[in-house]
């Protein structure tokens, strides 16, 4: 596979479920990070990884809890979510942070009941 | 004030017009822009960079970058239904490890 893979493409879950979002890219690039794009709203940064180390924090709620294993995987793990969080979550990396343009994957669609 | 800024439109172009979508941005020390296309339900693709003042074309596209305006451009000339889409301006701050997006600018291209 190539570019930046996301899975699963689609999630439903309660409020009370923990769910994990995976992200793997193949373009060797040294930083990946999480957008949640809500309708109407531009897309928002939530985490930023480089090299494994998380970099920034955009002030996002406990209840989401991000994991950058190697350069190549990252995960956002949830838990006791709100139906606010309802959303497309896309991942993205780039070669390294800072000047360069990122690549998505294509996203998950999540949907808290 | 957003740090940066789009018309979210609909922006509609009669098909083989230019449309021109402008993005204005607050961070007068902002180093590094970007233009991305998002289709409805698909993530979105980066279509154009651009670092230092004036135009960069790239096919049908041309960005257009004042950085003491402050403002960035993107012209698509020759437009075609496949170009309906939204439009999103992206900026990266001076040192900074972070792109932040406009709202992005839906446009419609009609035959």
């Known amino acids: 596979e190539t570019g930046v893979t996301q899975t699963p493409r689609h999630l439903v879950m309660g409020m009370t479920n923990k769910k994990s979002l995976k992200c793997e890219q193949h373009?060797?690039?040294?930083?990946m990070y999480w957008y949640k794009q809500s309708a109407k709203k531009p897309l928002e940064l939530m985490f930023v990884y480089s090299l494994e180390e998380r970099v920034e924090n955009n002030s996002v709620p406990s209840r989401f809890s991000p994991e950058c294993p190697n350069s190549s995987h990252l995960f956002l793990h949830l838990h006791t979510l709100q139906p606010e969080d309802s959303a497309l979550y896309l991942c993205a990396s780039s070669q390294e942070v800072g000047n360069y343009g990122y690549t998505f994957g294509s996203g998950t669609r999540l949907t808290v009941v | 004030q957003k740090e940066v800024e789009q018309n979210s439109g609909p922006l509609s172009v009669p098909e083989g017009a230019i449309a021109s979508l402008n993005c204005t941005y607050s961070d007068r020390g902002s180093q590094s822009f970007f233009w991305y296309r998002q289709y409805s339900g698909k993530s979105p693709e980066l279509i154009m960079s651009?670092?230092?003042?004036g135009d960069k074309e790239d096919g049908r596209f041309t960005a257009q970058l004042n950085k003491a305006s402050q403002y960035v451009s993107l012209l698509i000339r020759d437009s075609q239904p496949s170009d309906s889409a939204t439009y999103l301006c992206a900026v990266i701050k001076a040192a900074g490890n972070k792109l932040t997006f406009g709202g992005g600018t839906r446009v419609l291209v009609k035959p």
């Open positions: 651009i670092y230092s003042n």
């Open positions: 373009l060797g690039h040294n930083a």
